[in-house]
Structure formats: structure tokens, C-alpha cells
């Protein structure tokens, strides 16, 4: 007897179970959301401007100045920078600055090596970036091979670097450069991944007094780069995790490196290694984990935060608010998070709620949740008054209470989840689909190549491959724009393609059913006729296409082709066009499952799944 179902499947991934226990749902996909219940491919994304950044960008920050300039900001391992009007500036931090009379030695005769001799300790290493200025030309080298920007080669000494200048010397062993020779050290590199030692010696471990409540941070180049970014009115307040806390006024225009935080003018006890930073909206500036105004020892548990409208004064008065906290639950402050009426502060294992207050104290601090876990800094994202963040084992919410969040792809994530790596961890929200995106490294992988995403709308989860370092919404057109591992931005949600090849590549994307059967599997079936109910109207090609695929097999576990059975109906592939009405098809099984897949010869195309219908009769084993 033929009979034709109707292939209904629950919205969302569901991969707690087995694939046979989770009958009813789909159980893989790649590139694919969920509107209205049905799925459906995402959008692609293009390059959002052409120039590619130094390094790996861990976090970004939009904001429009008062003259309505759209600016972004970047901090990557390498820089800090500003995009404006499609190209980027580099604005990262001059950290010493030294102005010398002929500091530059040429090496041997027919070489490009340079050797430049500062005051006193520079604090720079090899891989680190210097500015040369005011130069004048040496042993046949330009001027125009000197006053530029130069990657640090070695360091001799702590008051001498090698640089390249592409020139070759005449002679060799000349020192030279002029009177006013202008020399410039830039922040010093951070590490585009963690450090992958554990134990006694690495993170905090050993970094202070045995018994001692502070520990000074890891070493740039041990640590991850992660950077906090905040507006003070038009301007921008950057801090570079283990770092300090710098400064870039916007009405010095792009040319213009941003600034220590100390040397703005009256600056007094500014902290000089900070963890996280932020602005609050009573003008506040705040950083999470901070130098001890009185020891100077860098403690990652301490709160401190500037007086109210007065940036530069760190140094509690009764004369202002400056002032401090130190948290009790937990080892070190791990993230933070602005919601309407408070900033959650989360620790490796505790979450405080903190709450302006006014004087005298300014800040109220409340423990409001323990024995919970953060990924990493970025792992964390407030919308609509509810914060949603990723543990290192489970998902959870505040929305005046912590709470686990039910997630059907729980195991899946955590089960193929490089956790030395989790910091790198980048949350992104997707306002027009309810979606909040977390990108992670998978197991095997120092970079982030996956993602799971949460519809909170529909509480509903989906997964798939994709390296997203840092997310932001634009603050003026409400662009998604989104950084890579390959050093370009790309705008999210635009047209059908993957932009990150040369030319822009099919975007490759599927969905993939749990077994499925009737009359719980009691009999074979025989699968013939496929009618399809597909959408195609956001394609961008003329005929754009899909291939259906059903798999069978006769028990859970089993492959669903059987080289050696021929004659045994496997599995049946079919192309499917905005045409295509029905096509016959030789399935024969127990258990059926449905894929739905777009690859790389499908260019162009974009489409919707529905409820494809199956005509189905039952059948002998052969």
C-alpha cells in the first residue's frame, strides 16, 4: 500500500540523544538558521573594506563622533586602529618615546641591518613595532629607509634593537642620524593564542609572593591580546589586557596614536596594568583587575575606577569619587557585562552585581551568583536587559536571576571544545533573527572555526563551521560587521557568497534529519517519490539549485551504504530546482533520513526548506 508523508520536523538541532532517539528533529547542519520554524540558509558576506589589520582583531567598538563621522574601532594582537570612511588608521599606543643624538650604527659594508641605541631600557622585543623620525641619512642609507616604521629584528641589549631598512650601508660601522633623532616603541606585541603550559610557572601561577592576594599579570607574549574598548563621549578608551589603559581624543584627528592614560594632563595614580576597562554612564572610567594604588602590584581581583567626569584622577579624595573594590569569590576577574541598571562583574567562579550608588561609595557590590564558569571575556552579550553568556561546560542567562540555559547541542559543543584555547571564545548577536552567536575553537584547532548559535526568541539552538575573531553592530546603519583569522573585516548578511576567496566562493551549507520510520520501524519500506517544497527567492542565480539526499538503514548505528549489498538501496541523491515538481528515487529501509545540502557547483543560490512529502510502501527485506 502506498501512502505519502509528510516530513515535519521540530525547528533547531538536537544532538542530546541519539540519532534515533531524536526522531522528529534534525540532527546536523551547517550555515543554516531557522525562521518561522523552517530552515533556511544565512546570509553571506563581503568584504567590508579592502585593507586588511595586523595581527588577530579579538574586539571591536562603532561609535559616530559629534561632527557625524562613523568610526570603528580595532584591537588586534599587533594594533589598535580606527576605520573611517573604508580605510584604517593606525592609532596603537607609543608606550616610550626617546629623542637621541645619533643613535643608529650601520653594520657590515653591504648590509641592511641597523643597530639603534637608546638612554635606557626600551621594554620592547623582537617582533615588537618602533617608529623612526628626524633622521638624517647614514653611511649611504636615506633618510626615506630610516623614518619609517620598523619590526624589531633582535635586542641586543635592553637599550638596543636591529631593525631592516631595505638599504644597504656603504661602508659599515658608521654611527650617525643627526641631533634630534625622534624614536618611537609601540605597545609590544600580544600573542594571537594562549600559551598552552598549565600548571605551576604559567597563567597566574608563581606571579607574586607565595601567600600573597595580588599577582602581577603573564607577559604579553605569553597572554592572549584581549582588548576593552569604550566611549568617553566622542573619544575612545582603549586597555590592553596585563597593559595599561590608553586614551585617543577624537578631535586630534586619525593621524594621532592613542595615549597613556598617565600622561594626560594632571593625571595622578593612574593604574598602570589594568585587566578590562569600561565607561560607565555616569562617567566613570573602570577596569577590572588593577595595579594597587599603594604596592603597584597588579591585582587581577581589584576594582578600581576614576573620579566621576575626571578621566585622568585615580586617587581617592574627599574631593572625589575615585575610588575601589576588591571581589572575594574567585581567583581573577574574567568578564564583565552592562546591562540597564547594573554591570555584572564575573570572576572564574562567582558573578557581583555592581551598582552606582553615588557618594560616599560610590559602587555597591553584591555577590549574586557562584559555581559558574565564563569561556572568556568576549564570551558574554546583553540584550532587551537579559545577559547570555557560554561557561566552560554549559550555557547560562541573568535576567535578575543566573540560570543554565537547556541547550540540545550542549555535548556536541563542549565535547569538541579546545578548552586551553577559550579565551578566544567571540559572542555576536543578530538582532533582525533573535540570534546570539558564540564562535569557538574546536578541539583540534588554536583558531576559532566553529559556532553554535541560540535563538532566544524561539529557544532554539543551530551549529556549524565558520572563524569569526570579533562582532559588531554598527552604531549609525546597524551593519553586522565581523573580523576574521585572515586579517579582514566582512559584512555579515550580505548576498549569497563567502568573500574570504578570490573570486567569492559558493556559500556550502546543509541540513541533515535524525532517522525517521513507520510504525516504528516494524517493516522495510520503499521510499519512490520525492516532492519537494523548497524556496529559492533570495538566490542570486538565475537557476539556483539544491541536491536532496535520503539515506536508509535498517538499525541505529549501521552505515546507510552498504558497498557490499548492492542491491540494497541505500541511499539516493536528486537535484532540485525552483522547477522541480518530483523526482523518483530507490530508497529502500527501516530508518529514512532527509538532507538538504547547497554545494560548491550550487553558486548563487539560497533557499528554504519546507515540509518535503515522501511516497512511501512497504516492502521486503529485498
Not at 602 to 607: I, K, L, R, S, V
Request: charged share 20%; proline share 5%; glycine share 8%.
Amino acid at each position: 500500500m502506498k501512502q505519502f508523508q509528510k516530513l515535519i520536523f521540530q525547528p533547531g538541532i538536537n544532538r542530546e540523544g541519539t540519532n534515533y532517539s531524536a526522531e522528529g528533529f534534525w540532527w546536523d547542519c551547517n550555515r543554516v538558521r531557522f525562521r518561522r520554524g523552517l530552515p533556511e540558509t544565512i546570509g553571506g558576506w563581503v568584504k567590508y573594506i579592502e585593507t586588511a589589520f595586523a595581527g588577530v582583531c579579538r574586539k571591536m567598538k562603532s561609535w559616530t563622533t559629534l561632527d557625524t563621522a562613523q568610526m570603528l574601532a580595532l584591537g588586534t594582537s599587533e594594533r589598535l586602529y580606527i576605520e573611517n570612511s573604508g580605510a584604517l588608521f593606525d592609532i596603537t599606543p607609543i608606550v616610550v618615546t626617546f629623542t637621541e643624538i645619533n643613535p643608529i650604527k650601520t653594520g657590515v659594508a653591504g648590509t641592511s641591518i641597523v643597530t639603534i641605541t637608546v638612554a635606557s631600557p626600551h621594554k620592547s622585543n623582537a617582533g615588537d613595532y618602533m617608529i623612526v623620525s628626524g633622521a638624517d641619512a647614514v653611511d649611504g642609507i636615506s633618510t626615506g629607509a630610516l623614518n619609517v616604521e620598523f619590526i624589531i629584528l633582535s635586542t641586543p641589549t635592553t637599550s638596543s634593537v636591529t631593525v631592516d631598512t631595505g638599504a644597504v650601508c656603504t661602508t659599515g660601522g658608521i654611527t650617525g642620524g643627526g641631533a634630534t633623532v625622534k624614536i618611537d616603541f609601540l605597545l609590544p606585541v600580544g600573542a594571537e593564542a594562549a600559551s598552552k603550559g598549565s600548571g605551576w610557572g604559567t597563567s597566574w601561577w608563581s606571579r607574586g609572593p607565595w601567600g600573597s592576594s595580588a599577582a602581577s599579570p603573564p607577559t604579553a607574549h605569553a597572554t592572549l591580546r584581549i582588548w576593552s574598548l569604550a566611549n568617553y563621549g566622542e573619544d575612545l578608551v582603549a586597555a590592553a589586557f596585563g597593559q595599561g589603559i590608553y586614551y585617543w581624543d577624537a578631535t586630534n584627528g586619525l593621524s594621532k596614536h592613542a595615549i597613556l592614560f598617565s600622561e594626560l594632563p594632571d593625571a595622578v595614580s593612574v593604574p598602570e596594568q589594568v585587566g578590562y576597562g569600561m565607561v560607565t554612564p555616569e562617567r566613570h572610567v573602570v577596569v577590572f583587575g588593577a595595579s594597587d594604588i599603594t604596592t603597584g602590584i597588579y591585582d587581577p581581583m581589584l576594582i578600581r575606577w576614576s573620579s566621576q567626569e575626571a578621566p585622568e584622577d585615580w586617587l581617592p579624595s574627599v574631593t572625589n569619587t575615585a575610588g575601589d573594590y576588591r571581589l572575594s569569590t574567585g581567583a581573577n576577574i574574567t568578564a564583565f557585562a552592562a546591562t540597564r541598571d547594573e554591570t555584572l562583574v564575573l570572576t572564574d567562579s562567582a558573578m557581583y552585581s555592581m551598582v552606582y550608588s553615588g557618594p560616599p561609595f560610590v559602587f555597591n557590590f553584591r555577590l549574586v551568583a557562584d559555581n559558574i564558569s565564563i569561556s572568556g571575556p568576549n564570551a558574554i552579550q546583553t540584550l532587551n536587559n537579559v545577559t547570555y553568556w557560554m561557561g566552560h561546560h554549559r550555557f547560562y542567562l541573568y535576567n535578575g536571576t543566573s540560570q543554565p540555559i537547556p541547550c540540545t547541542v550542549q555535548r556536541h559543543v563542549f565535547n569538541d571544545f579546545n578548552h586551553a584555547q577559550s579565551r578566544e571564545v567571540c559572542a555576536g548577536h543578530v538582532e533582525h533573527f533573535s540570534e546570539i552567536w558564540w564562535f569557538y575553537p574546536s578541539a583540534n584547532s588554536d583558531v576559532i572555526d566553529r559556532y553554535v548559535v541560540y535563538n532566544y526568541t524561539d529557544q532554539i539552538w543551530y551549529i556549524g563551521d565558520l572563524g569569526r575573531t570579533a562582532w559588531e553592530q554598527l552604531a549609525d546603519t546597524h551593519t553586522l560587521v565581523a573580523a576574521s583569522s585572515d586579517g579582514h573585516l566582512y559584512e555579515q548578511e550580505s548576498g549569497t557568497k563567502d568573500a574570504s576567496t578570490d573570486p567569492p566562493s559558493p556559500l556550502i551549507s546543509f541540513i541533515e534529519s535524525s532517522d525517521f520510520d513507520i510504525a516504528d520501524g516494524t517493516q522495510h519500506y520503499f521510499v519512490e517519490r520525492i516532492i519537494p517544497d523548497m524556496r529559492f527567492d533570495r538566490s542570486e542565480s538565475a537557476i539556483p539549485e539544491v541536491h536532496i539526499t535520503l539515506k536508509a538503514r535498517d538499525f541505529p548505528g549501521q552505515d546507510y551504504q552498504t558497498p557490499e549489498q548492492e542491491t540494497v538501496y541505500r541511499t539516493a541523491t536528486v537535484p532540485v530546482d525552483q522547477y522541480t515538481r518530483e523526482m523518483w528515487v530507490r530508497v529502500r529501509g527501516r530508518h529514512v533520513a532527509i538532507r538538504v545540502e547547497c554545494d560548491a557547483d550550487d553558486t548563487g543560490t539560497a533557499w528554504q526548506c519546507g515540509h518535503t512529502r515522501l511516497s512511501i510502501r512497504t516492502d521486503g527485506r529485498r
